[in-house]
T-cell receptor, first 114, second 116 residues
């Protein structure tokens, strides 16, 4: 069964600290993995997209890694800011058909305290 | 300069009513989507349209009917609303099918539907 599991479910850190969010998946065959940031009351916004051959991708203070062998990804946030408080969603798509399908994790709720 | 817009932002209605949510994108994208996000923040895809044709239809009650008058619009009509339909509904669009390669999906602000 294709699944995407994220951990931790929620996380609280102090402003300026770093943190790492985890995403494990069982989706097969794999096409790509995306990380989205969703602010409260807003729609998700894409942070990174990685295909099979990419191990790491950065977007400012956000760095995503992908290990396609172990089917794990992480999102590392450096020098956190208050505006980083949001839900971070991992999404994996397969290559099972011409268009593929998307599998969503339940998200990690990050809260950054001053 | 809104990329993906939805109306209304909030919708409160009685059980059994019929309602519609509208979505428009001005990005020139070919593919549009409807997602449902439940109270536990879990996003689930409902429909996907590519150039006005339905390409993904997840297991969704047939009370939900998407309509795409043109490729810039994808509306969601819901008949006989039930309590369990209460959720936030997001519209999204992508250049091509958002599941392949690097097609980024751009999400609208969401419509919070409350069924009483």
């Amino acid at each position: 069964k294709n699944q995407v599991e994220q951990s931790p479910q929620s996380l609280i850190i102090l402003e300026g600290k770093n943190c790492t969010l985890q995403c494990n998946y069982t989706v097969s065959p794999f096409s790509n993995l995306r990380w989205y940031k969703q602010d409260t009351g807003r729609g998700p916004v894409s942070l990174t997209i990685m295909t099979f051959s990419e191990n790491t991708k950065s977007n400012g203070r956000y760095t995503a890694t992908l290990d396609a062998d172990t089917k794990q990804s992480s999102l590392h946030i450096t020098a956190s800011q208050l505006s980083d408080s949001a839900s971070y969603i991992c999404v994996v798509s397969d290559r099972g058909s011409t268009l593929g399908r998307l599998y969503f994790g339940r998200g990690t709720q990050l809260t950054v305290w001053p | 300069d809104t990329a993906v817009s939805q109306t209304p932002k909030y919708l409160v209605t009685q059980m059994g009513n019929d309602k519609s949510i509208k979505c428009e994108q001005n990005l020139g994208h070919d593919t549009m989507y409807w997602y449902k996000q439940d109270s536990k923040k879990f996003l689930k895809i409902m429909f996907s349209y590519n150039n006005k044709e339905l390409i993904i239809n997840e297991t969704v009650p047939n009370r939900f009917s998407p309509k795409s008058p043109d490729k810039a619009h994808l509306n969601l009509h819901i008949n006989s609303l039930e309590l369990g339909d209460s959720a936030v509904y997001f519209c999204a669009s992508s250049q091509k099918s958002g599941t392949r390669k690097r097609d980024t999906q751009y999400f609208g602000p969401g419509t919070r539907l409350t069924v009483l």
